[in-house]
């Protein structure tokens, strides 16, 4: 059963979403092509909060042993350089095939109002960084909701009321910027709790953000700091072949190497909920900035890292076997 195309929103527009920055909206696809904005329909914030808590409620109650086949409530954060109409696309081929055809729960796009150029990097930075109260205030907001579940659930002996759902994102590019400033903001109002999880699963791609953000020498008020707190656990996934990320760090003159293309800055300095794997070996080759999402063996990577796999057991899938014309398999 295919799940709910559902969006959250602060580019500004009526007709169609531009790059102006607005208030939070949101809005459930019914209808037509997903690309037109005028065949989702607005929610209002009750409404869609409700909406989420009526399709977890639909999860299966999973045992303590099989964590990892827990379904997940997840929100995806698109990268620079991309119109709603490019975000969109995205975030429903990544609904489609990894949460439908790999059962893994309900996604949510995060469309922030990234200028949809490659001119527009700098401005889009500092809309990635105006982008942060309020997508805090939807992760904390989401975080209470299934909190709240998840007490029913501890204080009643019906199974049925169990808390059925994890909350994750999938964070791309610069959207991993839009992720640490939000969630450096969610810790602080939370008033950065040490072990209080926020979010099960952070999985940064192409992470456009330094990458020494999390060493352990950082201030203890620093970004990098305050989402280890907030992040039961957080994977990077990159590749030094990602081209975009090299003129990130090269031409933008930030002076830090990119997480996404180059890996932690010291793996043995970091806390030890944060990891790296390299996927180099899974991706195809064009379009490397976004060829996790387009590998199907990347994606599977991606999916052991969602449910949870430990990182000592993470497996890069094997090329498929070609077979060779007139030879048996």
Request: proline share 4%; hydrophobic share 40%.
């Amino acid at each position: 059963m295919a799940s709910a195309r559902l969006m959250m929103t602060n580019r500004a527009g009526k007709d169609e979403l531009g790059d102006r920055l607005a208030g939070m909206r949101y809005y459930e696809h019914d209808k037509g092509p997903i690309t037109k904005f005028s065949n989702w329909t607005e929610l209002t914030r009750k409404q869609f909060v409700d909406r989420l808590v009526e399709i977890a409620g639909t999860f299966p109650v999973v045992p303590e042993e099989k964590n990892q086949d827990q379904k997940h409530v997840s929100v995806f954060v698109h990268g620079f350089n991309n119109t709603w109409e490019g975000s969109v696309k995205r975030y429903d081929q990544i609904r489609s095939d990894l949460y439908d055809a790999r059962d893994l729960g309900q996604l949510i796009l995060f469309a922030w109002p990234s200028n949809g150029s490659a001119a527009g990097y700098l401005p889009d930075r500092e809309d990635a960084r105006a982008c942060a109260e309020a997508l805090a205030l939807e992760f904390k907001d989401l975080h209470d909701r299934l909190l709240a579940m998840q007490e029913l659930a501890a204080k009643s002996p019906d199974p049925a009321r169990a808390c059925r759902a994890k909350l994750s994102i999938i964070a791309h590019s610069m959207g991993n910027y839009v992720a640490q400033k939000a969630l450096a903001v969610a810790a602080r109002k939370l008033n950065s709790p040490q072990l209080l999880t926020l979010i099960t699963q952070l999985a940064m791609v192409a992470a456009d953000v330094d990458n020494d953000i999390f060493q352990r020498d950082k201030p203890q008020d620093s970004d990098g700091n305050l989402m280890a707190n907030v992040c039961y656990r957080i994977g990077a996934l990159f590749t030094g072949l990602d081209q975009v990320l090299g003129a990130s760090a090269g031409l933008k003159h930030f002076g830090t190497r990119r997480l996404g293309r180059s890996g932690l800055a010291d793996r043995n300095n970091v806390w030890d909920n944060v990891f790296d794997v390299d996927v180099s070996s899974v991706i195809k080759k064009t379009d490397v900035h976004s060829a996790v999402f387009d590998s199907p063996r990347a994606l599977a990577l991606l999916e052991q890292v969602l449910r949870g796999v430990d990182r000592q057991h993470l497996v890069l899938p094997a090329e498929p076997t070609v077979t060779q014309p007139g030879k048996a398999a």
